[in-house]
């Protein structure tokens, strides 16, 4: 390390090349990371999934993979297991951890250095674990109160998140930092009818694919023309999955799968939607979303918490309760935008000037504020 630079160690199982997850709070930390590496001397702890490349362009960064298990579950066993190996035998030091902890892969020994450690949360996923994965889920329910209650320094980025913190960390310091997101390529659209786009991690629970496919048949019903695409990073067993649910579906030939699109794709695709449509059942921010409204493309979501900060509710989508209505209302929503012209360009211009706003060099800024005031002992 350069003694020139003070020390910091950032933690993630997730990285952006990771070819399982490769989420988007992954590609905030790789984002944020790669703009303090002149001024940090920054140690890149991430997981050793069976493909997961060295990150490009990283002049200051030294990158560690941590175990090399195959498959979701595999993978995050094992490096839960490597992770706790050599935290256990390590500190910040004259330094500061940082950590983009997941609850399903527990890592408690870097929860030992509380005072020297920034947590980055991206929403509290609570009994939403065992809804999800049964008594398997009660490890991460117990792994996300430990990180509540035991840790003190938190980025959250969405208000909601730091809300919840709060309200169980009186004594913490807690700071909200949104996040930013790439500009998309210019790219010619494909002009094929309007279009439905849902695009992110193709987690069928987590993102409320099942909920958008359902709403969807009553769209289909009432416009023939509209078309639905579910894009983004998947395996074969989230494809098998997703084609499950395909089954049957009464506008199944306006239902397009794309997994694993190129950026070039990626951008084809934002730039010929007509709406944007996430209704995850939680959400720390989705970076997708913001994509869509640099496009001025208006977003349909549900009130998962990060989608309060990250879209503006009437003036650059509209935003729909997360409940057990959402289906119902999603449709609604959706088909008042294809209905009114008017409205979708109102939402589009909204979205553009909300975007506009959202930079990576600022996400980086304000956190290294907070790591130098955590290594100051300011904090």
């Given at each position: 390390?350069?003694?020139?630079?003070?020390?910091?160690?950032?933690?993630?199982?997730?990285?952006?090349w990771?070819?399982?997850?490769?989420?988007?709070?992954?590609?905030?930390d790789?984002?944020?990371?790669?703009?303090?590496?002149?001024?940090?001397?920054?140690?890149?702890?991430?997981?050793?999934?069976?493909?997961?490349?060295?990150?490009?362009?990283?002049?200051?960064?030294?990158?560690?993979?941590?175990?090399?298990?195959?498959?979701?579950?595999?993978?995050?066993?094992?490096?839960?297991?490597a992770?706790?190996?050599?935290?256990?035998?390590?500190?910040?030091?004259?330094?500061?951890?940082?950590?983009?902890?997941?609850?399903?892969?527990?890592?408690?020994?870097?929860l030992?250095?509380?005072?020297?450690?920034?947590?980055?949360?991206?929403?509290?996923?609570?009994?939403?674990?065992?809804?999800?994965?049964?008594?398997?889920?009660?490890?991460?329910?117990?792994?996300?109160?430990?990180i509540?209650?035991?840790?003190?320094?938190?980025?959250?980025?969405?208000?909601?998140?730091?809300?919840?913190?709060?309200?169980?960390?009186?004594?913490?310091?807690?700071?909200?930092?949104?996040?930013?997101?790439?500009?998309?390529?210019?790219?010619?659209?494909?002009?094929?009818?309007?279009?439905?786009?849902?695009?992110?991690?193709?987690?069928?629970?987590?993102?409320?694919?099942?909920?958008?496919?359902?709403?969807?048949?009553?769209?289909?019903?009432?416009?023939?023309?509209?078309?639905?695409?579910?894009?983004?990073?998947?395996?074969?067993?989230?494809?098998?999955?997703?084609?499950?649910?395909?089954?049957?579906?009464?506008?199944?030939?306006?239902?397009?799968?794309?997994?694993?699109p190129?950026?070039?794709?990626?951008?084809?695709?934002?730039?010929?939607?007509?709406?944007?449509?996430?209704?995850?059942?939680?959400?720390?921010?989705?970076?997708?979303?913001?994509?869509?409204?640099?496009?001025?493309?208006?977003?349909?979501?549900?009130?998962?918490?990060?989608f309060?900060?990250?879209?503006?509710?009437?003036?650059?989508?509209?935003?729909?309760?997360?409940?057990?209505?959402?289906?119902?209302?999603?449709?609604?929503?959706?088909?008042?935008?294809?209905?009114?012209?008017?409205?979708?360009?109102?939402?589009?211009?909204?979205?553009?000037?909300?975007?506009?706003?959202?930079?990576?060099?600022?996400?980086?800024?304000?956190?290294?504020?907070?790591?130098?005031a955590?290594?100051?002992?300011?904090a």
């Amino acid at each position: 390390m350069n003694a020139a630079r003070p020390s910091l160690v950032h933690w993630s199982y997730d990285s952006p090349w990771n070819p399982l997850f490769g989420g988007g709070g992954a590609q905030r930390d790789w984002e944020i990371l790669r703009r303090l590496e002149d001024d940090w001397s920054i140690d890149y702890r991430v997981g050793g999934f069976p493909g997961n490349g060295e990150p490009p362009d990283a002049r200051g960064i030294a990158t560690e993979f941590l175990g090399k298990g195959r498959g979701r579950w595999g993978g995050r066993i094992a490096y839960a297991l490597a992770a706790q190996k050599r935290a256990s035998a390590d500190s910040p030091g004259d330094g500061i951890w940082s950590i983009s902890p997941s609850i399903f892969a527990p890592v408690p020994a870097y929860l030992a250095h509380p005072d020297r450690t920034a947590v980055s949360l991206f929403h509290l996923v609570g009994w939403n674990a065992w809804r999800k994965y049964g008594p398997m889920g009660l490890v991460a329910v117990w792994h996300e109160r430990q990180i509540l209650s035991r840790m003190r320094h938190f980025l959250c980025i969405n208000n909601a998140t730091a809300a919840q913190v709060r309200a169980l960390r009186h004594d913490a310091r807690v700071e909200v930092v949104p996040t930013g997101f790439t500009p998309l390529a210019e790219v010619a659209s494909e002009s094929d009818g309007p279009i439905v786009l849902f695009f992110g991690r193709l987690d069928v629970y987590m993102k409320g694919i099942d909920r958008l496919i359902e709403a969807f048949a009553t769209v289909a019903r009432e416009r023939s023309d509209v078309r639905l695409v579910l894009a983004g990073r998947a395996d074969i067993a989230v494809e098998a999955k997703i084609e499950q649910l395909l089954s049957g579906h009464p506008a199944r030939d306006r239902i397009r799968l794309e997994t694993n699109p190129d950026d070039q794709r990626k951008a084809v695709l934002f730039r010929s939607a007509s709406v944007f449509c996430s209704p995850s059942r939680f959400e720390g921010w989705c970076i997708a979303a913001v994509e869509a409204q640099s496009c001025g493309v208006p977003v349909v979501a549900s009130t998962a918490d990060g989608f309060l900060d990250s879209v503006d509710d009437q003036a650059s989508g509209l935003l729909v309760p997360n409940d057990e209505g959402i289906v119902e209302g999603v449709a609604v929503a959706l088909l008042r935008i294809l209905r009114d012209p008017a409205l979708a360009s109102r939402l589009g211009e909204g979205g553009r000037a909300k975007a506009s706003k959202l930079t990576w060099d600022a996400v980086a800024a304000r956190h290294d504020e907070v790591f130098r005031a955590i290594h100051e002992g300011r904090a």
